[in-house]
């Protein structure tokens, strides 16, 4: 990696962290609705469906983790692999981003297939879901991921029966690559004392609540209909058995004395769920519903403002300009 590459990363002029992955259902434009139900008082915080990290960087650049214990936690090996680099080889990851970034000006969509054919599947594969042991592999995998998501098709992650990534390169004239200021700032959120990074499916994050975290849950949405099923965030989906399993573990969450909120879409499998099972009522779980703007979806009518659940435990401060209290159902 030389200087020059190097100097192709433009910082950002703000020093909030962002996401740093596109991500199906990030929830960048829900953060406004989110901020009026995170909790005056919690102990830890806990995220089992972290994706592109919204709302941890949300709540770090807000303070409220300030001496707080964070567990983040996704099942997809590729997404937490990438955060273990940024936090452990943010220097690492930022050269070889740079590399592809400069690459990718010259060669744009042919060096794309390039690096997602002949280096991103293969390292993939010869590593396994654990990753690479070592700091350099590991910081140019992630870096691999990062350049992919930033130029695919539409941010999305998508698997092929195979395991192999597979999304098509997308059309953008000159797409944000490399965000060093951006790394940097999200490096040093994962890297405070008592964030920890899990790889695993969320029964046994959510297992480990305890009366006074705050847990924030945001699974693959039931569709709203039959053909807007988008379950291909892991090879293997998240299907309606998967959405009775958390809401059996997010009603076990508030017996047991957790701040739980959870987002999801406004499918009828998510009204009768919640909305209709008397022991997710009697646990104190409320549905609330609130104005949402998909950022990632194929078609771009898929892309308006669409109704979705927020359902939690806790009582939300009012809406800006809303003169009664928060409106459930
Ligand atoms: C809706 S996305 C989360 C988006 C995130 N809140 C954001 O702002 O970007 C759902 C996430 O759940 C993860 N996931 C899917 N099935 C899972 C499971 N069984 N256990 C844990 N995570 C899972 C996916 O890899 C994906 O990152």
Same mark, same amino acid.
Request: with cysteine; hydrophobic share 45%.
């Given at each position: ?10 910082p950002?002029?703000?020093?909030v962290?962002?996401?740093i992955l596109k991500?199906? %259902? %990030? ?11 995170y909790?005056?008082?919690f102990d830890?915080?806990i995220e089992p469906?972290?994706?592109s990290? /919204? +709302?941890?960087l949300?709540?770090h650049n807000l %303070?409220l983790l300030r001496g707080?214990?964070?567990m983040l936690?996704?099942s997809n090996?590729?997404i937490?692999g990438c955060y273990?680099?940024?936090r ?5 990851? +930022? ?5 592809l970034?400069v690459?990718?000006r010259?060669?744009g =969509? ?6 997602r054919?002949r280096r $991103?599947?293969?390292a993939?594969?010869a590593?396994?879901? *654990?990753?690479?042991?070592d700091r350099?592999?590991a910081?140019?995998l992630?870096a691999m991921?990062?350049y992919l998501n930033r =130029?695919?098709y539409?941010?999305?992650?998508r698997?092929?029966a195979? @395991?192999?990534?597979? +999304?098509?390169? @997308?059309r953008?004239?000159?797409?944000r690559?490399c965000d060093e200021a951006?790394?940097r ?7 405070r004392? @008592?964030?920890?990074l899990v790889?695993g ?6 297992a480990?609540?305890?009366p006074g975290?705050?847990v924030?849950? *945001?699974p693959?949405y039931?569709?709203?209909s039959? !053909?807007s099923?988008f379950t291909?965030? =892991?090879? %293997? @989906? $998240?299907g ?6 958390l809401r059996?573990?997010?009603v *076990?969450?508030a017996?047991r004395?957790?701040?739980v909120l959870l987002s999801?879409? !406004?499918?009828?499998?998510i009204?009768?769920l919640?909305?209709e099972h008397?022991?997710?009522? /009697?646990a104190?779980?409320?549905?609330f519903e ?5 950022a990632?979806?194929?078609r771009?009518a ?5 109704m979705?659940?927020?359902? =939690? ?6 809406a800006?300009?809303?003169r009664?209290p928060?409106?459930?159902?």
């Amino acid at each position: 990696m030389t200087a020059s590459r190097a100097r192709a990363c433009v910082p950002a002029a703000d020093a909030v962290a962002r996401p740093i992955l596109k991500w199906a %259902g %990030g929830k960048r434009q829900l953060l406004p609705e989110l901020r009026r139900f995170y909790p005056a008082r919690f102990d830890r915080y806990i995220e089992p469906f972290l994706g592109s990290a /919204a +709302v941890f960087l949300d709540l770090h650049n807000l %303070g409220l983790l300030r001496g707080r214990r964070a567990m983040l936690a996704d099942s997809n090996a590729d997404i937490i692999g990438c955060y273990r680099a940024v936090r452990d080889a943010a220097a690492e990851l +930022v050269a070889a981003l740079a590399a592809l970034e400069v690459s990718h000006r010259r060669r744009g =969509t042919a060096f794309y297939y390039e690096v997602r054919d002949r280096r $991103f599947n293969p390292a993939r594969r010869a590593h396994g879901p *654990d990753g690479p042991g070592d700091r350099r592999s590991a910081a140019a995998l992630a870096a691999m991921l990062v350049y992919l998501n930033r =130029t695919g098709y539409n941010g999305l992650y998508r698997l092929n029966a195979r @395991g192999d990534f597979n +999304v098509p390169a @997308g059309r953008y004239a000159a797409p944000r690559i490399c965000d060093e200021a951006n790394i940097r700032l999200v490096s040093a959120a994962l890297h405070r004392r @008592g964030v920890s990074l899990v790889l695993g499916g969320f029964e046994g994050v959510l297992a480990r609540g305890r009366p006074g975290d705050f847990v924030y849950i *945001d699974p693959p949405y039931a569709p709203v209909s039959p !053909t807007s099923r988008f379950t291909a965030y =892991t090879a %293997g @989906g $998240f299907g309606a058995d998967d959405q009775v399993r958390l809401r059996d573990a997010v009603v *076990d969450l508030a017996v047991r004395g957790c701040q739980v909120l959870l987002s999801n879409s !406004t499918a009828p499998e998510i009204r009768r769920l919640y909305v209709e099972h008397a022991p997710a009522r /009697a646990a104190g779980l409320w549905a609330f519903e609130v104005l949402a703007r998909r950022a990632i979806n194929s078609r771009a009518a898929g892309r308006g403002p669409v109704m979705e659940y927020l359902i =939690t435990n806790v009582t939300p401060r009012p809406a800006p300009g809303a003169r009664g209290p928060a409106e459930t159902v």
